[in-house]
């Protein structure tokens, strides 16, 4: 049997390598720019970062800009 993943279900696991890709802010940019400004904003950061905490972000933007290749 075919099973079908539901939008959200595909939109979750886009968010997630997006996330694991880009930094938070130009995923974020993104996302508005495709929604066209439509949707909940509040409640897709709550989705997105809603379990973490300033210190925990700035150590996963500190880890992120320390992997990618100097320029």
Known sequence: MIQIESE???LQE?????LANLEPSK???FWAAC???SGDYLQLK???FGQ???KSLSAKIL???E????V
């Open 8 to 10: 959200q279900q595909v």
């Open 14 to 18: 886009v968010l997630q390598v997006l």
């Open 27 to 29: 995923v974020a940019r």
């Open 35 to 37: 929604n066209g400004g």
């Open 46 to 48: 709550d989705e997105l």
């Open 52 to 54: 973490e905490s300033v």
């Open 63 to 65: 880890e992120f800009q």
């Open 67 to 70: 992997s990618k290749p100097k």
